[in-house]
């Protein structure tokens, strides 16, 4: 439980929820870079190779993403995975992390706001599927703390906008009565 690979688990599991609870998603962006670095140290301290290619290829997309929305970065990080995935799956469930990181730079590249996190999710989702696969107590833990968070955050967001809507809907009807 407090291994090393345990305890640098763990560290990835507070920088992943600081991440998750950001609005910006310039601010999501660049601590999730962080919880991908500790992640991928993680993983190789657990001797999963297809979750630290992926997690380093992740880290590399989250600080991709804040510079440009090119669809060829898109596809050059997808060819990535899916290369690294055949260097180094060994079964179906090596291919998880890298799905999810072929998920999340969709998410990351070319959504934004509630959207992006909702594809985000669907990546969390398959983290919590590989992490519980590869034994990773801080993983399993981050992953299903993100879900709630990353949950909670979109609620808000939605409600800021869905605000937001009545707001502007108000003022439009007071200038029209002017």
Known sequence: MFTPAQCVGYLAFILGVGSFLQRSDKAFKLMM??????????????GNMTAVSST????????????????????????????????FATGWLAWLPLTASCIGTIA?????GIAMRAL????????????IASGSIGGTALELVIIVVN??????????QAAHARNAKLEKGKTSYK
């Open 33 to 46: 870079a962080g919880e991908c670095i500790t992640y991928a140290v993680h993983f190789a301290l657990l």
């Open 120 to 131: 985000m999710l669907v990546g969390s989702l398959l983290w919590v599927a590989n992490n």
């Open 108 to 112: 990351l590249f070319m959504l934004n």
């Open 151 to 160: 949950l909670f955050t979109m609620l808000r967001m939605h409600a800021e």
């Open 56 to 87: 380093l290829v992740s880290t590399l997309r989250s600080v991709l993403s804040l510079y440009t929305r090119s669809r060829w970065v898109v596809l050059l990080i997808i060819v990535l995975n899916i290369g690294l995935g055949l260097r």
